[in-house]
């Protein structure tokens, strides 16, 4: 090898080396320049289900600062009033019924979709979901959705939510009582001693006003039926005899021992 081919030779590896190093840089300031993907931390069950309590929980707390909306328009009226609406429930077909029972919320959740209406007989959530066991704090979210949504926020009764109302204190000569309690039983005269009850009776009272919402599972969402059949229509179409007693249609059985009677 002469000396001409070893200078080829040598400036042949230059540009060999010169080529590795640009394809080096080139890979190294690509992978620099791009960004950093962060994988977001998996959250549990019990996280999503506070995140969607919580969600609710907001919104249904800030309607009590909307003085502007009427919350409770959709609830008749009639509904504060026992002795009428129980008189209007003997009703199988009443109108109550029937109108919060085409009242539904479809709701995607945590524990998958919940199909939710109020029963006004049991003063009740009702909802159909294909998971045999939803949390309370999952179902009570959708009913927080719900009396938002429908605008019926008295059905909603959960004292654990909802705000506590501003009582006023009594005073000591109203509603406190007083026990005397003798210090010195040996002495000339006893003296006494005032104790208030009044602190200890009211925080008696607040544990025992304390409610929860009430659920009733019916089952999978394909037990469901959306359409509400119409009552059953008498047969005979309206028409009144005095041969056929009430509004039952006539068997051929009665017939014939009407026939034999006559």
């Not at 590896?13 to 190294?28: H, K, N, T």
């Not at 959709?74 to 077909?93: A, F, P, T």
């Not at 029963?119 to 179902?139: E, G, H, L, R, W």
């Not at 009582?167 to 000569?173: F, I, L, N, Y």
Request: hydrophobic fraction near 30%; aromatic fraction near 12%.
């Amino acid at each position: 090898m002469n000396q001409s081919d070893i200078r080829e030779f040598y400036a042949t590896f230059q540009r060999f080396l010169s080529l590795l190093e640009a394809i080096w840089q080139f890979v190294y300031y690509r992978i620099r320049s791009k960004p950093i993907i962060q994988v977001p931390a998996i959250k549990s069950s019990k996280q999503i289900q506070n995140e969607y309590l919580s969600k609710y929980k907001t919104r249904l707390l800030s309607t009590f600062d909307d003085n502007n909306t009427n919350w409770d328009s959709n609830v008749d009226v009639i509904i504060n009033d026992k002795d009428k609406l129980g008189q209007l429930l003997e009703d199988k077909h009443n109108y109550l019924e029937k109108k919060w029972r085409s009242t539904v919320l479809i709701e995607n959740t945590p524990r998958g979709n919940l199909i939710m209406f109020y029963d006004i007989y049991k003063n009740s959530f009702s909802y159909y979901c294909d998971q045999a066991i939803v949390p309370y704090d999952v179902a009570n979210a959708a009913a927080m959705k719900y009396v938002m949504t429908f605008r019926c926020r008295s059905f909603f009764v959960d004292s654990n939510i909802l705000p506590t109302p501003v009582v006023d204190t009594p005073s000591k000569s109203e509603n406190s009582t007083t026990i005397n309690k003798p210090e010195d039983k040996n002495g000339p005269f006893a003296k006494f001693k005032s104790y208030n009850t009044t602190t200890k009776k009211a925080a008696i009272s607040s544990e025992n006003d304390k409610r929860i919402n009430s659920f009733s599972h019916l089952g999978g969402t394909r037990n469901w039926t959306p359409i509400i059949k119409p009552p059953k229509i008498n047969p005979i179409n309206g028409f009144k005899t005095d041969l056929i007693p009430g509004e039952r249609k006539l068997s051929y059985l009665d017939y014939k021992k009407m026939k034999q009677i006559s």
